[in-house]
């Protein structure tokens, strides 16, 4: 019997996205040409959350498949390696080559054993201090990084007081990347013209090469191309930085309205950003929201460069483009946040989710409520391997094939704070209905047809008894389903299960 032959992964990965603000907001905005060319020609899933808004649980669930619940890494500390295999095992198992370039921050530091090919610092990492940028820089003849900040404020600030990370600034002026560490900060500005020496030109071009190399010898590939951008600090290439008029950048809805309806945890992070943000006005922040749609839109247009290559060389036929993130940005919401605000908010919890698969129709979108979770399990039925049992998330390939119509009625998502505070979150999506439940604080209902900036925090009224009943009742059956039952979640039990919220 002839066997088919296996077709190659491209998952692209970007950080922090402000996702929310493209898809939601009127004026100016991030400009995705690529995003949009993969929607076109593949599947666009218009309803896909985050598993966990936070970089190191969420990427540990995208490695694994499982909730962090089950993977033990709940925030962006260090936590024991809880021994479950990765996607990447199985792949190898089926004979293929494996490869991760970029960001790493999954708590997960055995990638070189685990037989991933490529580079991924350990921790959160840095991409200008990494010998291979070095080589990419005196191999293209390109100048040092040279960032011009603009806009800083003190990093850390949302931890505990006395904390050193709290007094961590660097002052407006020109910083060589290679040779300073202003890099995931609050920062924001330009590089300045010395080539295309952002992260996002020198992850692609090495994993483009790698590729290309698997493809000659014959070899099947998956590769994770992991950016550290759009996150902060915002730092827009040269050639980017006239792209939008900061005047036509409207003013974010729920920029003036402090999160009064949220958890207390949510409420003292915008205070601590107030007293430490040299902006105050709409106008002040138009600069700061210009720098981030910029940078968003350069590292969309580096993920079209490498797809056009891609093309050129002959690679595009045979590979399936996943382009998603780990979680959103608050940028601007919620009172004028910045950061993830230690949250469920949908700034941090909406992504962009787009797979395109060769020999599948183009044009489709699906409003199925899904996951990055989902992303793992995807891969294996894609290359025709049995999803694990043990995994979480659910396939979506029969959904990208046509075939079903829906694979879940409802979706939960998870949090245990951020910015040392220690508090477990959930959150159920039904329908157009959104439930967070925080420990220790205040439960939040929304409808998001209604009002999709969670403006109106319905817990409280009357009139929505019934279906705070309902959402109360389907959130505990996921966290039954799911073996969901931690000492993080036994006061968000007791409130669903009783009456008083």
């Known amino acids: 019997m002839?066997?088919?032959?296996?077709?190659?992964?491209?998952?692209?990965?970007?950080?922090?996205?402000?996702?929310?603000?493209?898809?939601?907001?009127?004026?100016?905005?991030?400009?995705?040409?690529?995003?949009?060319?993969?929607?076109?020609?593949?599947?666009?899933?218009?309803?896909?959350?985050?598993?966990?808004?936070?970089?190191?649980?969420?990427?540990a669930s995208m490695l694994t498949g499982v909730y962090a619940h089950h993977h033990g890494k709940l925030d962006?500390?260090?936590?024991?390696?809880?021994?479950?295999?990765?996607?990447?095992?199985?792949?190898?198992?089926?004979?293929?080559?494996t490869g991760h370039f970029g960001k790493n921050h999954s708590g997960f530091e055995n990638f070189a054993q685990k037989g991933i090919e490529g580079f991924y610092p350990e921790g959160y990492g840095n991409p200008y201090h990494m010998p291979?940028?070095?080589?990419?820089?005196?191999?293209?003849?390109?100048?040092?990084?040279?960032?011009?900040?603009?806009?800083?404020?003190?990093?850390?600030?949302g931890l505990k007081e006395g904390n050193a990370a709290c007094e961590k600034r660097y002052e407006n002026g020109d910083y060589d990347l290679t040779e300073t560490d202003n890099f995931n900060m609050y920062?924001?500005?330009?590089?300045?013209?010395?080539?295309?020496?952002?992260?996002?030109?020198?992850?692609?071009?090495?994993?483009?090469?790698?590729?290309?190399?698997?493809?000659?010898?014959?070899?099947?590939?998956?590769?994770?191309?992991?950016?550290?951008?759009?996150?902060?600090?915002?730092?827009?290439?040269?050639?980017?930085?006239?792209?939008?008029?900061?005047?036509?950048?409207?003013?974010?809805?729920?920029?003036?309205?402090?999160?009064?309806?949220?958890?207390?945890?949510?409420?003292d992070f915008q205070r601590r950003i107030q007293k430490e943000n040299p902006l105050c006005t709409w106008e002040d922040w138009q600069m700061l929201m210009k720098y981030a749609y910029e940078q968003y839109s350069y590292i969309d247009s580096a993920v079209g460069r490498l797809l056009d290559e891609m093309d050129r060389r002959g690679l595009s036929g045979d590979t399936i483009v996943i382009y998603t993130a780990d979680h959103g940005d608050a940028l601007a919401s919620h009172g004028g946040l910045v950061d993830k605000a230690g949250d469920m908010m949908e700034e941090v919890m909406?992504?962009?989710?787009?797979?395109?698969?060769?020999?599948?129709?183009?044009?489709?979108?699906?409003?199925?409520p899904v996951s990055n979770l989902d992303l793992p399990p995807t891969v294996l039925e894609m290359a025709g391997i049995t999803v694990p049992g043990h995994m979480d998330g659910k396939s979506l390939a029969k959904l990208l094939r046509g075939e079903k119509d829906s694979i879940r009625e409802d979706l939960m998502a998870e949090h245990f704070g951020h910015f040392g505070i220690r508090a477990g979150q959930r959150?159920?999506?039904?329908?157009?209905?959104?439930?967070?439940?925080?420990?220790?604080?205040?439960?939040?209902?929304?409808?998001?047809?209604?009002?999709?900036?969670?403006?109106?925090?319905?817990?409280?009224?009357?009139?929505?008894?019934?279906?705070?009943?309902?959402?109360?009742?389907?959130?505990?059956?996921?966290?039954?389903?799911?073996?969901?039952?931690?000492?993080?979640?036994?006061?968000?039990?007791?409130?669903?299960?009783?009456?008083?919220?």
Not at 132 to 145: A, F, I, Q, S, V
Not at 452 to 474: D, K, S, W
Request: hydrophobic share 35%; net charge negative.
């Open 2 to 59: 002839k066997k088919h032959k296996k077709q190659n992964i491209l998952w692209i990965m970007l950080d922090h996205v402000t996702f929310r603000h493209y898809k939601m907001t009127q004026g100016a905005r991030p400009v995705l040409p690529a995003y949009e060319r993969l929607a076109r020609e593949g599947m666009e899933f218009t309803n896909c959350h985050s598993v966990h808004p936070l970089c190191l649980p969420a990427r």
């Open 132 to 157: 291979e940028y070095r080589d990419y820089l005196e191999k293209n003849g390109y100048g040092h990084p040279i960032f011009q900040q603009k806009w800083g404020m003190t990093t850390g600030f």
């Open 350 to 368: 909406h992504i962009p989710l787009v797979i395109r698969w060769p020999g599948q129709e183009g044009g489709r979108a699906s409003g199925e």
């Open 187 to 267: 920062a924001a500005g330009i590089l300045k013209d010395t080539g295309r020496v952002h992260e996002s030109d020198f992850l692609t071009s090495a994993a483009l090469e790698w590729m290309e190399g698997c493809a000659k010898e014959g070899q099947p590939f998956a590769v994770r191309v992991d950016m550290w951008g759009p996150h902060h600090a915002y730092q827009v290439p040269w050639e980017m930085r006239d792209l939008i008029d900061e005047k036509e950048i409207r003013e974010y809805p729920s920029f003036s309205q402090p999160p009064t309806g949220k958890a207390g945890m949510v409420q």
């Open 427 to 501: 959150v159920l999506y039904y329908e157009k209905w959104k439930y967070i439940a925080t420990e220790g604080d205040v439960h939040e209902l929304y409808d998001l047809e209604e009002d999709p900036f969670e403006q109106r925090n319905l817990i409280h009224m009357p009139e929505y008894a019934g279906i705070i009943t309902t959402m109360r009742g389907r959130l505990l059956a996921r966290m039954d389903a799911l073996g969901d039952d931690s000492e993080h979640v036994r006061d968000i039990r007791a409130k669903l299960l009783g009456t008083n919220i």
């Open 76 to 97: 962006n500390g260090e936590f024991a390696d809880p021994g479950l295999p990765f996607y990447t095992d199985y792949l190898q198992q089926a004979g293929y080559r």
